[in-house]
């Protein structure tokens, strides 16, 4: 009876446009602010002021002179060329450049919004489902908070997205070019792009970060490109960072290893010879798993592969299923970087990726978007116990378990793609639209 009626009011409530979309935007935004009371950091635009604005308020004041490091260490991590952008906010002053920030940023999460509604071709119903979870989400309100610029790069990788189906590979690569040069865990989609021989997004891909590197050597030297390389790549790639917003593999495995205390410390810290090898198996099965679903499917005779250079669908759940990689196995992948999650999901949504239309991949999507969409509070200091230490081993790691089922239904997609017959290949390409 209960269900029923629970059917009945979502029924009238999707019929009523106005009303649908008068709830979602009226619910969503008290959820929101609400988040914004008790989420990370508990220091707003801590990120922003430490890094962002920082590293430019030293450019404004040396300009061309200026030499790495920008900031005190702890502070601005992307290569130097890329600290000019915010150069121009210093002129406001701190605080009112980082309101100024923040306004980029919703604008710019609105129209990764709009943007991924068109991408996924979603109706009226699911594009306010969309907007319901953009503005619930844990991982946004935190970038948003912590002056970050993860939802910045979900609006580039919509628009790549949106470029390479219609058929501009070049124009895509850019996009995804200065993704990776922002996101250094981005990377592997130019692998893929290179194994996979779409030639044209990698020459867009190295046209962007090849002009980034180049302004970054032209301006602070080689020295300067090799100082950020020490100070910030070079620390990572054997370490782990135990504090809880690492949500990677690398995280999860050396919080198996430490005090509650330490949720909150972000030096990297040597793994045992036990914890590296947990972790590179753990990733060679990951990695080893995609890398076969993608080469059944190429041998497969129905594909679901456009033959032109457009991204068919199962271009666009491989390409789905590498960022969750790159999320997954990155040495350090912060849980704002899960806002990149909202192009699979919206996907889904839409019925663009070719998943079974059964209840396991429901209940794997379901859950990924429930997990990851928590949010993330302040992290208070905890009493040492048993159960404080089995917290930190476990549900301080939730966003990466939602992104392990969505690993699995991604999975689960590519291996039917591998497996449809001809004859029903024309029907699944119709769902897919």
């Not at 980034?212 to 370490?239: K, T």
């Not at 080893?288 to 497969?300: E, F, K, P, V, Y």
């Not at 457009?310 to 390409?319: I, K, Q, V, W």
């Not at 993330?376 to 404080?388: G, K, L, N, R």
Request: aromatic share 12%; charged share 15%.
């Amino acid at each position: 009876m209960v269900t029923t009626g629970i059917a009945g009011a979502c029924k009238w409530l999707t019929g009523n446009r106005a009303v649908m979309w008068l709830a979602v935007i009226v619910a969503g935004l008290a959820i929101h602010l609400l988040l914004w009371q008790f989420s990370e950091p508990p220091n707003i635009f801590n990120d922003f002021y430490k890094a962002n604005y920082a590293a430019a308020e030293f450019l404004w004041e040396e300009g061309l002179r200026a030499r790495w490091p920008l900031t005190e260490p702890g502070g601005f991590s992307n290569l130097p060329i890329l600290a000019w952008i915010c150069v121009p906010l210093v002129a406001l002053g701190e605080e009112p450049a980082a309101w100024t920030f923040l306004g980029f940023g919703l604008v710019a999460t609105l129209g990764a919004w709009v943007l991924l509604t068109r991408l996924a071709q979603l109706d009226a119903p699911r594009a306010a489902g969309l907007l319901l979870l953009f503005l619930i989400s844990g991982p946004l309100v935190n970038s948003l908070r912590e002056g970050q610029s993860s939802h910045f790069i979900l609006l580039l990788l919509v628009v790549g997205l949106l470029q390479w189906r219609a058929k501009r590979p070049y124009v895509a690569g850019i996009c995804f070019g200065i993704c990776a040069s922002f996101k250094l865990p981005l990377l592997l989609i130019g692998i893929y792009f290179v194994l996979r021989q779409r030639w044209r997004i990698v020459a867009g891909g190295a046209t962007s970060m090849g002009a980034v590197a180049l302004s970054s050597a032209a301006v602070f030297g080689i020295e300067g490109l090799v100082g950020w390389y020490q100070d910030w790549v070079a620390p990572f790639l054997g370490a782990s960072i135990p504090a809880f917003n690492v949500q990677s593999i690398n995280g999860f495995l050396i919080r198996l290893t430490i005090d509650v205390a330490d949720l909150r410390d972000w030096e990297p810290r040597q793994m045992s010879t036990g914890l590296r090898t947990v972790r590179m198996a753990a990733s060679a099965v990951m990695f080893a798993t995609a890398g076969w679903l993608i080469w059944r499917g190429d041998r497969s005779k129905a594909p679901l592969r456009a033959e032109t250079s457009g991204a068919s669908p199962r271009d666009l759940t491989e390409f789905t299923l590498v960022l969750l990689l790159a999320l997954i196995t990155s040495p350090l992948s912060w849980t704002h970087y899960y806002v990149f999650l909202f192009i699979p999901w919206a996907l889904w949504f839409g019925g663009q990726l070719p998943l079974p239309d059964d209840a396991t991949t429901r209940r794997l999507m379901i859950g990924s978007i429930l997990l990851v969409t928590l949010p993330i509070v302040v992290m208070s200091p905890m009493t040492p116990s048993w159960y404080a230490s089995i917290l930190a081993k476990t549900t301080v790691s939730v966003w990466l378990f939602g992104a392990l089922l969505l690993f699995v239904a991604l999975g689960r997609g590519l291996r039917q793609t591998a497996t449809i017959s001809p004859a029903r290949e024309s029907t699944v390409l119709e769902r897919v639209g």
